[in-house]
């Protein structure tokens, strides 16, 4: 069982910068392949990017250049930095857990309650 928390998100201007923070407890954090999702309101959720076991990373074109995720494995905790921000990026960021690691969202055993990240234009 992994329970996630995340923290981070608020309401910057365009342009601007968010750091978002996953908090997983448990001791086999390690063993699982971390994703950060996102769900914009009347829109589906979407993959946003993911971390694998040894650290290699994939993204969604749309976050390419702009979006690095990262994990720690000794503090349990996965990362999402944003920037150059666009209005279209405000949705509810969510992290998951997998231990298949492909980039579709059922896949993804865990999940946090969600960040609301908001841009402003």
């Known amino acids: 069982q992994v329970q996630l928390v995340e923290s981070g998100g608020g309401l910057v201007q365009a342009g601007g910068s968010l750091r978002l923070s996953c908090a997983a407890s448990?001791?086999?954090?390690?063993?699982?392949?971390m994703g950060w999702f996102r769900q914009a309101p009347g829109k589906e959720r979407e993959f946003v990017a993911k971390v694998g076991r040894s650290g290699s990373t994939y993204y969604a074109d749309f976050v390419k250049g702009r979006f690095t995720i990262s994990r720690d494995n000794a503090k349990n905790t996965v990362y999402l930095q944003m920037n150059s921000l666009k209005p279209e990026d405000t949705a509810v960021y969510y992290c998951a857990a997998s231990s298949l690691g492909y980039r579709d969202s059922s896949s993804y055993n865990y999940w946090g309650q969600g960040t609301q990240v908001t841009v402003s234009s």
């Open positions: 448990g001791r086999t954090f390690s063993s699982y392949v």
